[in-house]
């Protein structure tokens, strides 16, 4: 409830704001569904990341119904904060990830019916963020003793790959899947998680949906690689029949390191 009047509201006034101004179908004014999922998305998000600092602030966010569940009767957000409750303290934290993620199919749709580019990244933006944080944030301790957020190179490359769908659903993808191997490796630890089977659900569901964009982003990554590694071999071949013998040596090993070095970096573009 309450993070649907401080976050929801807002994604409903700007669906009607996008439809008023023509920037966006009249349609779009009457999604307020996804329009408030968006905005829960976010603000759930921010909610679980500022867990200390909310709660030395003395503000308390987590919903009652959750994190009660995992105190043994307690009732201060501050247990989770005592090392004798770690294990505890990531239950609660991981069923408010899974909670999140289970509204990413929705924010998904809504991204998917915006058509001006500029209110797509506006609105894209945020949300890979979000799903950037959750991955940061799912089964990690420092939750509960600093500040969890993501490093300002990730920031950057999430800004400049918002630029359609198939770039989003690709980040979508990645993190899904990382969220994943994140708790499947946890649990192949010996760490039991209450919401282990519902966070892998959400996150399978996160990848059908956004599996083809995917297959479609590597796909161009194994081209440019390709394309890279012909040019380099065309110019080792053109170089080996016109040049004099020591310049030639110099030449190749210069090209091959050029190939080593250059060919992961294409592949991460």
Known sequence: RYCHF????VG???SRLFAATGLEDEKLSNELFLSDQMGLFLQKTNIIRDYLEDYVDGRAFWPQSIWKKYTKGGNDLGFFREADNGELALHCLNELVSDALELVPDCLKYLSKLKTPEVFRFCAIPQVMAIAT?????NNHDVFTGVVKIRKGMSCKLILNTNDVEEVHDTFFS??????RSAESA?????KDPSYHRTISACDTITVLTKDAA?????DKMMKVLLLVG???TSFSYIVNHSESHTSTASVISMVASLFFA???MYML
């Open 6 to 9: 401080v976050a929801g509201l």
């Open 134 to 138: 959750l991955d940061k944030l799912y």
């Open 263 to 265: 060919a992961p970096i």
């Open 175 to 180: 993190f899904a899947r990382s969220i994943k």
């Open 215 to 219: 297959n479609k982003k590597n796909a």
């Open 231 to 233: 040019a380099t071999f």
């Open 187 to 191: 649990k192949a630890r010996g760490f």
């Open 12 to 14: 409903e006034g700007l």
